[in-house]
């Protein structure tokens, strides 16, 4: 298998807070719904961490992109037969 990496897109610094933007690298190529938002919250006094928030692509968008070729191909058809249609309109006339 090919080595797993978390890859920083970008960053955001505040007095008290940082965010990062973040992708997972699968080898050569970005892994499928690997981006996300990490935000971490330090407290200034003593220079802990006090909360972290992540947030992960969604995984509900795997159904998404199970469904676009069916999508896809549906308004093709669909179009396909819309000028056939016409076409034949056409000849009629």
Do not use: M, N
């Not at 690997?34 to 928030?53: E, F, H, N, P, Y």
């Not at 992960?56 to 179009?79: H, K, S």
Request: charged content about 20%; hydrophobic content about 40%; some cysteine.
């Amino acid at each position: 298998l090919p080595p797993l990496t978390l890859e920083v897109d970008s960053i955001a610094e505040g007095e008290d807070t940082v965010g990062v933007e973040w992708h997972v690298q699968c080898g050569d190529a970005p892994f499928p719904l690997g981006r996300g938002l990490s935000q971490a919250r330090v407290d200034t006094q003593s220079g802990k961490i006090c909360r972290v928030v992540d947030i992960a692509e969604a995984p509900w968008r795997v159904i998404g992109l199970l469904v676009l070729p069916f999508i896809t191909a549906y308004q093709r058809l669909t179009a396909l037969q819309r000028a056939t249609v016409e076409q034949q309109q056409q000849q009629q006339q």
